[in-house]
């Protein structure tokens, strides 16, 4: 939930400026003060953790109704950027929808309809979509790669449920994440259940599959993995921030998405037992 605070305050710091009539500005603020009540809500309750998903549904709730309201104005953009992340790909679309045709020709909000055209493909009850990436087994020894090409559908409908960790081994929340998966693989693996981590961006970070291999193996990923993913993985699958987990069916058919802690186990145990 720190995450979203600080992404709250840089977001509404750095969209706010207003140069528009006053009545925009009103609007921008009342927005803003709406979710600022909803935010010191959280911060005050007794156990903030147990209100956190309450928490974000009022979030995105607030700022879809801005944009269906305002959808002429600035504030309209303030809130895009506020709930893109976290609401319904089937909403988002509604809300970009209404939108004015300058609006939407703002690059923030062009990358944020090239993404989810990708979210509304892979959502779940949606087949898999495929990729191939050179996975990197090492280095020979003139120095250059040794890689095989591996595919998402060499694991992923194949009979089995699989679960799908998209991460990379500069991300703190993904190494938070590990020790949940490798608790639920211990637990569930078998005939009908098993677990493929992807490694996507790490070059971003200045990182590479050497760094992949070697967090993998502190951490202990033991099941399959293809690392050296690049972009492709993620923008196939509208990914904007990782880790980013699903579960696929036997089939292929996206069974659930965006799983963590408690509900990632959960997910699991229903199909898996």
């Known amino acids: 939930m720190k995450k979203i605070l600080l992404a709250v305050a840089i977001m509404i710091a750095a969209v706010s400026c207003n140069n528009g009539p006053k009545t925009n500005a009103e609007k921008m603020a009342a927005y803003e003060a709406e979710m600022q009540k909803i935010m010191d809500e959280y911060e005050a309750a007794e156990d903030p953790d147990a209100i956190e998903d309450e928490t974000i549904k009022k979030l995105v709730d607030l700022s879809l109704a801005t944009i269906k309201k305002y959808p002429n104005d600035t504030v309209a953009l303030e809130a895009l950027q506020q709930c893109y992340y976290y609401a319904d790909p089937e ?36 087949p898999f979509v495929d990729f191939t990436v050179d996975h990197v087994l090492g280095e020979n020894p003139d120095g250059t790669l040794n890689t095989e090409k591996r595919s998402l559908s060499d694991y992923v409908g194949k009979g089995k449920y699989i679960l799908v960790d998209f991460w990379s081994p500069w991300c703190p929340p993904c190494k938070d994440e590990l020790p949940n998966i490798v608790n639920v693989y211990n637990k569930y693996h078998g005939d ?11 070059e971003s970070r200045g990182m590479n599959w050497k760094n992949t291999i070697d967090t993998a193996a502190v951490y202990g990923i033991t099941w399959n993995q293809i690392n050296n993913g690049h972009q492709e993985p993620a923008s196939l699958y509208g990914i904007e921030g990782i880790p980013h987990v699903i579960l696929f069916g036997p089939d292929g058919t996206i069974v659930k998405r965006d799983l963590r802690g408690k509900a990632l186990e959960e997910a699991v145990a229903a199909i898996a037992r």
């Not at 929808?97 to 959502?123: C, G, H, Y």
């Not at 009908?192 to 790490?202: H, N, Q, Y």
């Open 91 to 126: 909403d988002l679309k509604d809300a970009i929808d209404r939108l004015s045709d300058t609006f939407k020709e703002e690059p923030f909000v062009k990358m944020i309809a090239e993404s989810l055209d990708a979210k509304l493909l892979t959502q779940v009850g949606k």
């Open 192 to 202: 009908k259940f098993d677990i493929l981590s992807v490694a996507v961006w790490e």
